[in-house]
């Protein structure tokens, strides 16, 4: 669905850097960047409008469709860095918009400096049933004003080759469904979790 490059991780943190240092929206690096971004998101409004999986489409509370809204793909979001995984991940309750409680674990975190502030973004490892999934949530200085007022997600992927690093695009930054119909509740991302700049990337709120 809602794909992100959050690609490969590394056991060891050994450094970090800016891709939007190296390229500008001009660049053909940049010009392929947006160009993918644009396109991923006309391919999501189409989901959202018209699947039957869709949070829009939920037959116990469907909602009328209107686009998504996003900030402006930009380049200078983009950002690798390696995975600093905790020796002993910190066992937590994550609540969500309807009160239920999820167990899992803070597995440790990626970093990117930003104005040179360096910031952290944690990674958790969920539990579902016998299941196991990976998950960023995040908020910042726009949650509550141009975005969402739970926060911001990101897909992630744990890779098998412990020396790969991570592309973390904030262009990819999504809402989760409640955002859209009340029908749905949603990971409440923690205080620990609140990123001190405003991350002008990604998606906007959607309603007013």
Aim: aromatic share 16%.
């Amino acid at each position: 669905m809602h794909a992100a490059r959050l690609i490969g991780f590394g056991v060891v943190f050994i450094g970090l850097f800016m891709v939007g240092k190296f390229m500008t929206e001009s660049s053909p690096e940049g010009v392929q960047i947006f160009s993918e971004i644009t396109a991923g998101r006309a391919e999501k409004d189409a989901y959202m409008r018209d699947d039957p999986g869709s949070p829009f489409n939920y037959d116990k509370h469907p909602v009328a469709f209107t686009p998504l809204k996003y900030f402006k793909p930009s380049a200078a979001w983009v950002f690798k860095s390696r995975l600093k995984v905790y020796a002993e991940p910190e066992a937590v309750v994550i609540f969500d918009t309807k009160g239920r409680e999820r167990n899992g674990h803070v597995y440790g975190h990626l970093s990117f400096a930003k104005d040179g502030v360096l910031n952290r973004v944690r990674v958790y490892r969920m539990q579902s049933g016998d299941d196991v999934y990976y998950g960023i949530w995040f908020t910042d200085r726009t949650t509550g004003e141009e975005t969402y007022e739970v926060g911001r997600y990101l897909n992630f992927e744990l890779s098998e080759n412990p020396n790969e690093i991570y592309t973390i695009d904030f262009n990819d930054a999504y809402n989760p469904y409640c955002a859209y119909s009340p029908a749905f509740g949603c990971a409440i991302p923690r205080k620990e979790d609140f990123i001190d700049i405003a991350i002008t990337a990604g998606e906007k709120r959607w309603h007013d």
